[in-house]
DNA sequence: GCGCCAATTTACGTTTACGTCAAAACCCTG
DNA sequence: CAGGGTTTTGACGTAAACGTAAATTGGCGC
């Protein structure tokens, strides 16, 4: 009894993470993911399948597959002399950068829906009351 | 000398929020904003361009226009009963449970930069300690 | 060997969110 | 009132991210 396999098709995935074969398909031919073969089939390894997860994670922010692309690459970039390492550095200071632009957002946003409800909630509440009275 | 001024222009707009006129036209055809018009020209008073701020937010957390459109709908509706009551808190609910795990996303894609970026550091350190030693 | 089902390739279709002209109207200025 | 800048209304174009349909291929179960 494994918990983690060694090997998925394409719709072990495609059911695991509520996603059609043909947008997995989609994002190996944008560079996103690339199984191995056995014969035509696609085995996805543990690794592609985590790298799945990024792409969708990356979706739920908004990012655009080409971004997704960049921030995957951060991850399994091997470095090869001082200037990459600079270029990965400066890739994770933009990147960065971004994400606190939506964390802020996100964080305004929550607040004022927040406000919304419980605005909302105490006109309710009022609305009852008098409809006690009056009804 | 005002800082919120009562009207603007189109080009105001686009030139301050760093957008093109035909996208906020876009906008309008969307039924997001509906500007005032001045024969043929478009009026945009503070509220307009409070909404156009809250369209921009929205995309750059990657929301959909029609998504937008939904949130931007909550801040000014004006429920006509109980259950519209109920149905906007509904909203706020979802509304609220898409943002927070937007939020966690974030959180977790924020820890993960900062654990390239420091590991890159220190090879990238360690590389020059080893660089100056040799070269 | 044959039917069946899953997976693949190819290719065209679709939706979203604008970009990009083009042509006409408006407005101010000299 | 001619010229120049701004704005408007079409109308067509486009990039991204798949959807969808059709034709093929590849095991498997009997």
């Given at each position: 009894?494994r918990?983690?396999r ?29 199984p191995e ?30 971004e ?12 090869t ?16 950068e ?7 957002d ?12 419980s ?12 409809g006690?009275?009056?009804?």
């Amino acid at each position: 009894m494994r918990k983690t396999r060694d090997s998925y098709s394409i719709a072990d995935l495609a059911k695991e993470f509520d996603v059609t074969p043909r947008a997995i398909r989609f994002y190996e031919d944008k560079g996103l993911i690339t199984p191995e073969r056995d014969g035509l089939r696609r085995i996805y390894s543990p690794r592609d399948r985590v790298r799945l997860m990024l792409i969708l994670r990356g979706k739920r922010l908004g990012f655009s597959l080409k971004e997704i692309q960049e921030i995957i690459d951060l991850y399994d970039a091997e470095p090869t002399g001082e200037a990459q390492y600079m270029k990965l550095i400066e890739s994770c200071r933009k990147s960065r950068e971004s994400l606190r632009q939506q964390l802020e957002d996100i964080q305004v946003t929550l607040g004022e829906i927040d406000a919304v409800e419980s605005q909302c909630q105490k006109l309710l509440d009022e609305t009852r009351a008098h409809g006690q009275k009056v009804g």
